[in-house]
């Protein structure tokens, strides 16, 4: 009797504590070359947004852009204001992953992130700790800031 306990605790443990497969909002990716922060998964665990690790202060939404451009294969750009609320919603995951790696947590602080979507023609929305509003898109201090993301295809194997 002892020993089937033992093993249904095992069992409970081994459940509770790891035996997923696929990503989850704030894993660490790596595959192909390819690393970054997951910011979104599909239902199947695959990851299908990534964060960069890199990010860049002390610019303005266009040149933001162009800087994300640049990251990697070509595949990295800013995110959308719709992304960006990810990165927003699950900053916490994200931030812990950033810790581990010694990196720069993102939207802590009075920090302002530049999202790739215009809100009229002179004004571009980026996102903060409190939310996601329109700016001057010419706004550069160490306040303005940009990461990368880019799409993932499939891939649910850490």
């Known amino acids: 009797m002892k020993k ?4 249904c605790l095992l069992l409970l443990l081994l459940t509770a504590v790891g035996c997923r497969q ?25 990851a299908k947004l990534l964060m960069s690790l890199e990010e860049v202060q002390d610019i303005d939404a266009d040149s933001a852009s ?3 451009a640049q990251l990697g294969d070509g595949s990295w750009r ?11 919603k699950y900053r916490a995951l994200i931030n812990k992953t950033l810790e581990y790696k010694k990196l720069p947590a993102v939207l802590s602080g009075h920090t302002f992130y530049w999202t790739a979507t ?5 004004h571009t929305y980026a996102c ?9 898109s ?21």
């Open 22 to 46: 696929g990503y989850e909002p704030g894993d660490y990716y790596k595959s192909g070359g390819i690393s970054g922060i997951v910011v979104d998964v599909d239902a199947d665990g695959n």
């Open 118 to 122: 215009p809100c009229s023609k002179s």
């Open 78 to 88: 800013l995110p959308t204001k719709d992304e960006m609320g990810k990165v927003r």
């Open 4 to 7: 089937i306990c033992n093993i």
């Open 128 to 136: 903060g700790p409190d939310g996601i509003r329109c700016y001057f």
């Open 66 to 68: 162009k800087w994300a």
């Open 138 to 158: 010419t706004n550069a201090s160490p306040f303005y800031r940009a990461r990368g993301v880019r799409s993932v295809e499939n891939v649910t194997e850490k």
